[in-house]
């Protein structure tokens, strides 16, 4: 199965969106294709042995709408400025025109001349700024359906055929400013609707304006700029200082301070030198570097951060297929509404045939379905991009939604809620064994062993200048420790189980340093423990806050760790959380996920992205927290780059904070269309309530502004 992205250029609503994904998916060989309207994009889902890339393209091509493959922002933020213009124009054309037409057909009726002038002026504003609106109509009726453009053109038309009838005499009425009007509202609509969705999709573009476009890649004895896109996996590249890091690498030769804040939200500059990793976007501070790309320059950390907002802004939430639902019926709906509405009025009510015809029109207009269609779309692409912008990356739109309704969230500990760095802190000896010979021990022990705190009992020895010594017959036990012989005697360290039953004296000695939250490593000699060393990892700043405001909200926290119930108890009680999870394993995570979900919690999982990558697959929505690292980018459907449990609480908000504007934006659309077709269908006219064909216009063209407006009003929100 292959996924591919494309831009689609001609839509006006959401039946426009509907209709092309019917299309998509009576495709052979599609499994799954979403339109964003918002967007103007598709993302579809086929097997690439039976369709082509091609064959959608002209699948799409064939109900009149312009395609592009892929979705390249500076692209779409050029069309969307072609599409400005234009409107631009249109408007300042249709306006020029319907100005004097309405003074004229409104206010000066003995003007010379005054039919043929208004037919003048109304023409070019219904066959030429109006052109567009006849194009979609017959591309939707082609295909047997109907559109935003179907209710427009058939509006406009019948004002325009009727005020024909005036012109040759064969009615005594005119509405030439009705159809031009209309047109210019819905024109004046599409255009700061157009201006809106660009400013909605704007934080994509900034994060491309933080990623490289060149790179200086080494060729020979030559220094050569490249596009970033042409630097392959293994080419040396030169950052100067100042300049921005075009690929991840590692570094070959120089040494510099990186300001790696784009992916990590750090703001002190980290020392880079011979070996060390860098990412693209970083900022080269101070010295030159010199690197080795560790993969093509289109597929950095950067580029794939991107990326996944890219897919995430174009993707679909399931509370978005109500609205497409609706709005596939929703044009056929209204026509055959607007039609009873005329027969009604003329034919059962006995009214001029003028006034049944612009009851019928007022239906026709106010009901366009534009709001319904960017009511979800424009609410989840400023969200998304929110989150990009404060190192969320949110991976699709059904998590973004998901968020609200977790009610219970587990916290991996090491690296999630701690800072990852464990320290040696305690060093106790018994019997003859003095600290630095157990140290000695341990040490040689732990360089043969995998386990993950094995690295800073190595650093303890190197601080303290301990030399390890060769170990023979070295066996790893799994789930209690290791051995191995040193100078012909056979050493053993791991956990309790490994020495039990373990004297009363070292048993105190172990639960005063567990009470504390660390980690204790037992040490012995045939079976005869010699000495415990403790190890901790400090707890990161802002856990504790970070757990006292899910509280806040309802949610339920635990903890879970491979740490036995003491050092779990500690460190839970530290940081505020009551439910804990000791003595598990990796790959036993999922299974406590899954059992709490049997108890009816909807659950988010929130872990490294390391080891936890079944966990935060089988919980409702998987949290990832990672640096941006490549496992994170894989893991969870939610990426933390900045690694602060904060973001956890900031994930939350955002995503009711999304929702919530989403709900308006719905509520609005529907309550504007169940109120305004009765008004504009006459329903109170015989109280005195009725709505022109310019008002309904004017009301569409607002409704529509106002859902994308709102949805911009998300980034004032206390996220």
């Known amino acids: 199965m292959k996924r591919e992205d494309f831009t689609i250029n001609g839509m006006h609503c959401a039946s426009c969106a509907a209709l092309i994904r019917s299309k998509l998916l009576s495709l052979p060989g599609v499994k799954n294709a979403n339109v964003n309207f918002a967007a103007a994009r598709a993302q579809v889902e086929y097997d690439n042995t039976i369709l082509t890339q091609s064959e959608i393209v002209n699948a799409i091509t064939s109900l009149g709408y312009s395609v592009s493959v892929g979705f390249d922002p500076q ?81 406009t038309s019948a004002a325009y055929v009727y005020s024909l009838g005036a012109v040759f005499g064969l009615a005594t009425e005119q509405y030439f400013e009705v159809s031009t009007t209309l047109i210019t509202l819905v024109v004046a609509g599409k255009y700061l609707e157009a201006i809106a969705k660009g400013r909605a999709s704007e934080a994509i573009r900034k994060m491309l304006a933080l990623s490289p476009k060149f790179a200086h890649v080494k060729k020979g004895s030559k220094e050569v700029k ?40 750090e703001p002190i500059p980290v020392e880079k030198a011979p070996k060390s990793r860098v990412v693209a976007g970083s900022i080269n501070r101070h010295g030159i570097l010199v690197i080795r790309a560790l993969c093509d320059g289109k597929d950095s950390t950067i ?86 912008q404060r190192g969320i990356l949110i991976k699709n739109a059904e998590a973004l939604e998901s968020l609200h309704k977790v009610n219970a969230i587990v916290f991996d500990k ?47 020895a190197k601080k303290n200048q301990i030399s390890t010594l060769t ?64 190890v901790s990892d400090e707890i990161k700043p802002t856990a504790a806050q970070a757990v006292a405001e899910l509280k806040k909200e309802k949610i339920e926290c635990w903890l879970i760790t491979g740490d036995n119930q003491r050092v779990a108890n500690a460190v839970a009680r530290k940081i505020g959380i009551q439910n804990f999870f000791a003595n598990v394993l990796p790959e036993k995570k999922a299974e406590y ?94 109280s005195g309530l009725a709505l022109s064909p310019i008002i309904a216009g004017a009301a569409m063209a607002l409704s529509s502004i106002s859902v994308v407006v709102n949805a911009i009003l998300l980034n004032f929100e206390r996220i």
């Open 75 to 155: 692209r779409e933020k050029l069309e969307r400025q072609k599409e400005i213009s234009s409107l631009r124009k249109k408007l300042i054309i249709s306006l020029l025109l319907t100005i004097p037409t309405i003074i004229i057909g409104m206010f000066l009726m003995d003007f010379p001349n005054r039919m043929l002038i208004l037919f003048l002026l109304a023409t070019p504003v219904q066959f030429f700024v109006g052109w567009q609106f006849y194009l979609g109509a017959f591309s939707a009726l082609r295909n047997r359906s109907a559109t935003m453009d179907t209710l427009i053109a058939i509006g």
């Open 226 to 265: 490249v596009p970033i896109e042409n630097v392959k996996k293994n080419d040396i590249v030169i950052i100067k200082p100042g300049e921005r890091i075009p690929v991840d690498g590692i570094v070959l030769s120089g040494h510099s301070t990186v300001d790696e804040s784009i992916i990590t939200g």
């Open 303 to 388: 580029a794939r951060i991107i990326k996944l907002v890219e897919e995430a802004q174009g993707s679909h939430a399931p509370i978005q297929r109500f609205a497409d639902i609706v709005s596939s019926y929703f044009v056929p709906l209204i026509i055959f509404v607007a039609s009873t509405t005329f027969v009604y009025w003329f034919v059962v009510a006995n009214l001029p045939l003028s006034t049944a015809l612009m009851f019928a029109i007022s239906v026709l207009v106010i009901a366009c379905p534009c709001a319904l269609g960017l009511a979800t779309p424009t609410a989840l692409i400023v969200g998304i991009g929110i989150g990009a």
């Open 414 to 460: 090491t690296g999630t809620l701690t800072k990852g760095k464990p320290a040696v802190t305690d060093i106790v000896t018994f019997y003859r064994y003095d600290k630095r010979k157990l140290l000695t021990i341990l040490a040689s022990l732990e360089k043969y062993s995998e386990h993950p705190l094995a690295e800073c009992i190595l650093e303890e």
């Open 471 to 534: 170990v023979q017959d070295f066996k790893s036990i799994p789930g209690y420790g290791i051995t191995g012989k040193i100078k012909g005697m056979q050493f053993y360290a791991g956990n309790q189980k490994l020495f039990n039953p373990i004297p009363a004296k070292i048993m105190r000695a172990t639960a005063t340093l567990e009470n504390e939250g660390k980690t204790v490593f037992f040490i012995g000699q045939k079976k005869k423990i010699i000495g415990l060393v403790a």
């Open 593 to 686: 996920i899954k059992e709490l979900q049997k108890k009816g919690k909807f659950v988010a999982m929130v872990g490294d992205g390391i080891n936890d990558a079944p966990a935060l697959a089988a919980a409702d929505v998987g949290i990832a927290v990672g640096s941006g690292t490549d496992v994170a980018l894989e893991s969870g459907s939610i990426v933390l780059l900045r690694s602060d449990p904060m973001d956890v609480v900031h994930s939350f908000r955002l995503g009711k904070a999304t929702l919530n504007k989403i709900r308006q934006n719905m509520f609005w659309a529907f309550i504007y269309n169940v109120l305004g077709i009765p008004i504009a269908a006459g329903v109170f006219y015989s």
